[in-house]
């Protein structure tokens, strides 16, 4: 029997595709999600703790995603990580960013209780997604309104697809040498949202703006959106941070881990042309 995996956040961006990947690699993969609906998914919420041992059994490591409607992320998941030592889970592979440190808020305070109290882990700090342009916020504005908002001027950021990821959360949870430390991922370039922006707007076939905002309106429109308060206003600042260079740099973290090259942006663009096509007019 291989040994089984367990990935939180299951259904999401880059659970699905770890998932994926796992059961490629003929991996048992149990998806953690609150509403399961077929085969080897299972139920799971951070709240619950009368759900833990049933997704933890049998389990060697697991795929943490946190959640997204709240910020004191540590006081949420330590039940289960405790849960999950105490049920025998020996490796944990944590979604974490680039822009959160070892202590820090959200992630940060994770990442840190991981370090001192797991045999086995790997926190991945990924930058920004190139997914959020065709899969999330981004697509809206960009198919319906052609404009692309950020509070990030000028500032660079090398996105990253979200498939390499999920390939270095894999090499994470099955390599026989446990990373045991934090691995920053980026993409192969850094990029301006003006310069995302005319990537997109060649592929659509259309001229594509970028609009920038203050942190205060960003966080507005985030929250408009339906996110929680206090996550958008953490976003929002994210981009301020952009906006003054923390994220223009690049990282060998995704060759590290997987041992080949992120995808480049263009590329991506490519591939996702149809995610950005206008609406067409209803009939009459």
């Known amino acids: 029997m291989s040994d089984l995996f367990l990935v939180t956040g299951g259904t999401g961006k880059t659970g699905r595709r770890v998932a994926a990947l796992l059961r490629d690699r003929a991996s048992d993969v149990r998806i953690a999600t609150r509403n399961p609906q077929i085969p080897g998914q299972v139920r799971f919420d951070w709240g619950q703790p009368d759900l833990f041992a049933a997704a933890l059994g049998s389990v060697k490591a697991v795929y943490l995603v946190a959640p997204t409607d709240r910020t004191d992320h540590l006081a949420v998941m330590k039940p289960f990580l405790q849960c999950a030592l105490g049920m025998g889970v020996s490796r944990f592979v944590l979604l974490s960013a680039s822009s959160l440190q070892r202590g820090g808020a959200m992630m940060g305070e994770v990442h840190d209780w991981l370090a001192g109290n797991v045999p086995e882990f790997c926190i991945l700090r990924p930058t920004w997604f190139m997914q959020n342009f065709s899969e999330q916020q981004h697509r809206t504005t960009i198919r319906d309104e052609s404009r692309i908002y950020s509070a990030t001027g000028e500032g660079r950021v090398p996105f990253i697809n979200a498939d390499d990821i999920a390939a270095s959360a894999v090499a994470a949870l099955t390599t026989s040498s446990p990373p045991n430390t934090d691995m920053i991922l980026t993409g192969p370039e850094a990029l301006s949202y003006e310069a995302v922006a005319s990537e997109i707007g060649l592929a659509a076939g259309r001229k594509i703006d970028h609009v920038c905002l203050s942190e205060d309106h960003l966080a507005a429109r985030f929250t408009i959106l339906g996110m929680e308060a206090g996550y958008a206003r953490g ?7 952009i906006a003054k260079g923390s994220e223009n740099r690049l990282s060998d ?6 041992g080949r090259q992120p995808g480049a942006f ?3 663009v490519r591939r996702n042309r149809s995610a950005w096509a206008m609406p067409r007019a209803a009939s009459v």
């Open 235 to 241: 976003l929002a600042s994210m981009d301020t941070a």
């Open 253 to 258: 973290g995704v060759f590290r881990l997987t």
């Open 266 to 268: 263009r590329d991506f």
